[in-house]
């Protein structure tokens, strides 16, 4: 018989227990353990084992590139502007995937791009896991179309066995008029980031913000992708007014051509530079400077020919002879040059002379010197000073212009025919501390802020009250003794023709986003006043008897049919002895009411008597205003004579064709079009040569600059004393209109004036 036995169940004992909660707390300190490590793993190295990980799903990650914004002018015309393009790229993994995809893809590579399809089956067999090789760089959508419809599914041309091409897109900065404005507007690097100029000053502007697409096959096949889009830069609208930038490069390229290689071998002088600027805003309405460059292709080494060499440190290498202030580049000194030296000369090539060269300015100071004057009450403008052709100074005879002296000398007189010695009287009368105070009031050794990258620094150029004598005082009333740059120069000189004014010089206007909406505008800005309203009448009725007066230095600036008012210079460089100079004039029209001024400088002409070569100066602004002031429709002022009559009939048959007619409209359409897949090629956008109309180009006709008959109120024309309607210019009663393009430079037959 059996027994039955109650079943107890095991208990456990607290040595047990203790053992199992130890152990619990083991486990538990292991999984926090664990977790810690894996954000410690997530958090120090979470992306290098996410690549690897997506480098086994077949990862792929390409940066999406931003459309550099554009550089308009004043009327829209496209300055600058980025144009799409498309490299090849070859995908040798993808390609090799199978066998039916190599000779579809490379017969259709070979059909549609002049490629040695033998380097690229060398390639493969070599490279068969590569997944990134450029076969073409920067082709055009024209170029890409037909292939691009063969890779493309859905299209008539598509062909699935054409595999491992695909295209790359970037952008490639394009200067449609080349050497246009070079000065103003710079150039981009490899790396689209801005070199000089506004492409350098704004390329926080420009530049947009690049663009990301990541994409990975996962294990079934299925293609993930993500993108970021890109962000194009803003475009910016300057002050610039292209066709007459174009009429300012093309005397400064004739005057080149008229002085190249003639005292020396070299360009027809060191530098030329001139600025046309708006005298009641600031506004910067060209600027140019001789020796240039095309922005398409800024390392041209025969640019560089004829420039004043410098050596590997930028320093320039000097001359042996007096006619020479510097050597200057061969082609044989080409071929010579290192790496760094040829860099050196083309960063001297590329400045801005306009803002980044520092010299004397001359005899153009006077009026700031009678200025001053009257401002602080020195003198009255009634003063009569004698001249006997110098004046002693701390114990130094310092000459006049005319070494056997002017005689009796107004202060009209004295800017008049430019007389040193009443300038040192004023100066003196003036004294050191009020002279240097408005030294610094019209903004000589400061630099003006203008929107341009190199801008030069003068501030230790000048003098102040302690460290100027008697001496340096006499030297500064006259422009010796102290440095200045063109932009410094001619924006002061504003102040002093626009009733005292001195507005911050700026050559951009507005800046617009890719849609066109304005993001910002650049209004005037009035800095500081230099000089009162009446003591401005005073230096405009003086300096109009420099071009209006007979014995006046500047009267072969004076234009066809208009009266200027401005100031010559001419300032010795050192070392003295050398006897080099730079020459300039300073000049605003109209004369009673000054709207523009212009500045132009001629640093060390390829003359043999540079001291008595002022006329260099005048006639070039002489040149350029015959022509800019009927574009810039300012009526004439003067009765024209027959030499002049006849200098106009020859400038409208050889007038300057405007460099393009493409507006910011236009331009906006051109910047979609090279988004697009099927914009168009922008080189047919741009290069415009076109015979625009009055109500195209936004400005007067030629025949509106003729005399007006006071009975029928119709223009004369001054070839064939016919009436022309004041509407179309077409001779009264006839059907057709008349012949009026074009324009010519001045035969430069006008008198020599007497040196300085």
Not at 531 to 537: L, P
Request: aromatic fraction near 10%.
């Amino acid at each position: 018989m059996k027994r039955n036995r109650k079943k107890v169940g095991q208990k456990f004992t607290i040595w047990m227990k203790k053992k199992l909660v130890v152990l619990f707390t083991l486990v538990l300190l292991a999984f926090v353990g664990l977790g810690v490590r894996l954000i410690l793993i997530t958090k120090n190295n979470g992306e290098e084992y996410e690549r690897q990980v997506l480098s086994q799903q077949q990862y792929d990650s390409k940066t999406l590139p931003f459309r550099r914004g554009e550089i308009l002018d004043a009327n829209g015309t496209i300055l600058a502007y980025s144009e799409k393009v498309y490299n090849l790229i070859l995908d040798a993994k993808i390609l090799l995937r199978d066998e039916k995809y190599l000779e579809p893809t490379l017969n259709a590579l070979s059909s549609n791009f002049d490629l040695d399809i033998s380097q690229i089956r060398a390639y493969l067999k070599e490279n068969p896991t590569s997944q990134y090789y450029i076969l073409a760089k920067k082709l055009s959508f024209d170029q890409i179309a037909n292939f691009q419809e063969m890779i493309t599914p859905g299209t008539d041309n598509y062909d699935e066995n054409i595999q491992g091409i695909w295209f790359e897109s970037g952008y490639i900065r394009k200067y449609p008029n080349g050497s246009l404005a070079c000065d103003v507007i710079g150039f981009t690097s490899g790396d689209n980031n801005g070199m000089y100029g506004l492409e350098e000053y704004y390329n926080d502007t420009l530049s947009g913000t690049m663009g990301r697409e990541y994409g990975y096959l996962d294990d079934d096949s299925n293609l993930e992708r993500t993108t970021i889009p890109a962000t194009d830069g803003d475009s910016i609208v300057t002050t610039i007014d292209g066709n007459l930038q174009n009429i300012v490069e093309k005397h400064l390229n004739e005057f080149n051509e008229t002085y190249q290689n003639n005292v020396r071998y070299g360009n027809g002088a060191n530098n030329v530079g001139c600025i046309i600027m708006d005298v009641d805003s600031g506004e910067v309405m060209a600027m140019a400077s001789y020796p240039n460059f095309d922005l398409n292709n800024p390392r041209d080494k025969s640019k560089l020919l004829g420039m004043p060499a410098v050596d590997e440190k930028g320093n320039k290498v000097k001359g042996e002879s007096i006619y020479d202030s510097g050597v200057y580049i061969t082609e044989e000194m080409l071929e010579e040059f290192s790496d760094e030296q040829l860099y050196q000369n083309y960063n001297a090539l590329w400045k801005n002379f306009c803002i980044a060269d520092t010299y004397e300015p001359g005899s153009v100071a006077k009026p700031f010197t009678v200025a001053t004057g009257l401002e602080t009450g020195a003198i009255t403008g009634n003063e009569v000073y004698n001249c006997k052709g110098y004046l002693n100074v701390g114990g130094w005879d310092i000459s006049c212009h005319n070494t056997y002296g002017d005689g009796a000398v107004s202060v009209e007189r004295g800017i008049a025919i430019s007389c040193n010695v009443a300038m040192m009287y004023i100066g003196q009368a003036i004294g050191v501390n009020n002279f240097t105070t408005f030294q610094k009031n019209f903004g000589f050794g400061l630099k003006t802020n203008i929107d341009l990258a190199g801008e030069a620094r003068t501030e230790g150029l000048t003098y102040n009250a302690s460290n100027m004598g008697p001496t340096e005082l006499a030297t500064n009333t006259f422009g010796q003794g102290f440095n200045v740059d063109m932009i410094e120069m001619i924006t002061s000189f504003c102040s002093l023709i626009n009733g005292g004014y001195y507005y911050e010089p700026h050559i951009v206007k507005k800046i617009i986003n890719s849609s066109g909406a304005t993001v910002k505008s650049i209004e005037p800005r009035v800095l500081r006043q230099t000089i009162s309203a009446s003591t401005s009448e005073k230096v405009i009725q003086y300096c109009n008897k420099v071009v209006s007066s007979d014995e006046g230095t500047g009267k072969t600036a004076r234009p066809a049919g208009y009266m200027i008012g401005g100031k010559t210079g001419t300032a010795q460089t050192l070392p003295r002895k050398n006897r080099q100079y730079v020459l300039s004039f300073m000049g605003y029209a109209p004369a009673n009411d000054p709207k523009i001024a212009i500045y132009v400088v001629v640093d060390r002409p390829n003359v043999q008597y540079q001291d008595t070569a002022t006329r260099l100066a005048t006639l070039l602004v002489r040149s350029i205003l015959t022509e800019a002031l009927p574009y810039l429709n300012f009526p004439m002022t003067e009765e024209l004579s027959e030499s002049e009559q006849t200098e106009l009939a020859e400038l409208r048959e050889k007038m300057v064709t405007p460099v393009a007619t493409e507006t910011e409209e236009g331009a906006e359409e051109n910047a979609e079009g090279n988004e697009g897949e099927e914009g168009q090629n922008s080189e047919e956008t741009v290069e415009i040569t076109v015979e625009e109309t009055q109500e195209e180009s936004g400005r007067s006709s030629i025949w509106q600059s003729f005399d007006v008959d006071p009975e029928t109120g119709y223009y004369i024309d001054p070839d064939t004393g016919k009436l022309l309607d004041p509407n179309n210019g077409s001779p009264s009663g006839a059907d057709t209109l008349p012949d009026f393009e074009g324009g010519a430079e001045p035969d430069g037959s006008a008198e020599e004036n007497n040196g300085e």
